[in-house]
C-alpha cells in the first residue's frame, strides 16, 4: 500500500512504537528486552482483544503460550526453569509495553510471575520442575485463588480449610473473582490448616489441580477484563497430595507478604501502559481534531489535560522505578512493601485520571466503540481495586511510614525547634 493511501489507524496503530520511556535510565539489555515485547505486542492479533472484550474467549492461551516461546514469561525466575534470571527494574520494563494491550492480556502476562513467585521463593526442586517449567514455557496456565465470598481485604480471614488425611489434603471452600477460574491448569490456593490457630499462622498454600471437586461455577459479568474466565472457584473436597504443599504448613503468611511484590507491581507497571495506550489516542486525536476552526490541542483545556498525563505517567514510571529498586536491592521489607504500595496506588490512580482526560479530550466520540479508549477505561477502573485495593495501600503505606519514622533513632534535623515559639513547651499540649 502507498503509504500517503493509509489510513489513518494504520500509520499510527502501534502505540509501543512512541518513546516516552526514561530512555536514559534504560541499560542496552532492558532497551533490548523493550524491543523484544515491543515486537511481541505487535504481534498481537488485533481480533484477539476484540473478542476478549466481547466474552468470545475464556483465555487467551495462544497470546500465553507466544510470549513463553519468546522467553518473555517471569523473567525474574532462573533460566534453568525457563526465566531470565532478571530483577524486577528489568521486567517492569516489559509489564509496561504489554500494558498497551489492556488489563485482560496484561494480566495473562504477569501470572505466571505472580504465581511462580510462590513457587520460585518457597517451592522445592521437584514442585519447580513440575509446575514452575511449564507456567514459564506457557505450556501451562495458573491463576491465583486468595479472595473469597466473605472478602478479599482480609486476607487472614481466610475460611477455605485444608484437612490433613494421610499424605493428602482434603480442600473446601470458595474462592471468588479469580481469573482464570475457567481455563487455568492449576491454582495457587490458600487454605486454612489450623482452625482456631493464631492467624497469621493458620493458612497454607497449595498447588490445586484441575478436576474433580474444582470447579469453576459461575462466570462473572464484568465491565471491563474480560476474556479471562473470572470466575467462582468451589472446591469440593478434592484430595490434594501433601507434595502439593508450598512451603510449611501454617506457613502461607509469609508466602502472602512475598506474593504481594509481584501482585502489586505487575499492576503499578501495566497501568503505565495503559494509562500510555489511551493518551497517545486522545493526544493524536487533538492534533487533527478542529472546533471553531483551530486544533483543539490549542485550547489550554484540551492541551494541559495531555500535560497533567504525561506529567502523571511519568512521575508513576518513576515510582515504579525507585519500587523495583528498592526490591532488587533486598531493601527493609517494611520500605519495600510501602515503596511497592505507593507505586501499585499512585500508578493505577494514574492511569484511570490518564484515560479519563483521554475521553473528555476526545468529546462524544471517545465513548464509543469506534475508538478503543472506552474499554480501557473499563479495564482501568478495576486496576484501583484488584491486587488490594488503594484503600489498603494507604493502610499499609502510613503503617510502615509511622513505623519506620517513630522507630528511628536519629533525626535528620530537628526542624520542629525551627520555629520562633519553638521553647514554648506549655503550648505543646498533646492530651
Ligand atoms: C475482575 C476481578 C478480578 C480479580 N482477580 C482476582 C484473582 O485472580 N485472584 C484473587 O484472589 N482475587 C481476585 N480479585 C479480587 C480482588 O483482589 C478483590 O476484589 C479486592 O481485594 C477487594 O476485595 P473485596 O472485593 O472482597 O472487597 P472488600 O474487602 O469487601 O472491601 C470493600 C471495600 O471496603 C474497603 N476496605 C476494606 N477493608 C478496609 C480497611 N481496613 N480500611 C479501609 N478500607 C477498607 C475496600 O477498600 C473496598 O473499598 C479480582 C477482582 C475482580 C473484580
Redesign the pocket.
Known sequence: MNPAQEPYYYKYNSVANVVIMFEPMLTEDQRKLRDDVREFVRSVPRQLILDMDADRVQYPRDFVREAGRRGLLGLRFPAKYGGRGLGWKDEIVAIEEVGVLGTSLA?AYVMPSIVGEALNAFGTDEQKEQWLKPLLSGEKVT??????P?????FFGTTAEARREGDHYILRGQ??????AAKSDFFLVYARTNPGGPPHQSISAFIVERGTGVEAEYL?G?LG?RG?G?GRLVLRDPRVPARNLIGQENCASEIFYRMMIPERMTSAAGAIGMGRAGLEVATRYSDRRKTFGEKIRRFQGVSFKVADSITLLDAARGLVHAAACCVDANDDPGRCRRLVSEAKKFSTDAAWQVINHAMQIMGGIGYTSVYPVERLLRDTR?IM????????M??IIQHEYYRELLAARSQVRDTEADAPEAQRTEEKVYE
Do not use: P, Q
Open positions: 494480566c491463576a491465583e485463588a486468595l479472595t473469597e466473605r472478602g478479599g481485604s482480609d474462592k471468588r473473582f479469580i481469573v482464570g462473572y464484568l477484563t479471562g473470572t478495576l481495586i484488584w491486587t488490594g485495593t488503594n484503600e489498603i494507604d493502610l
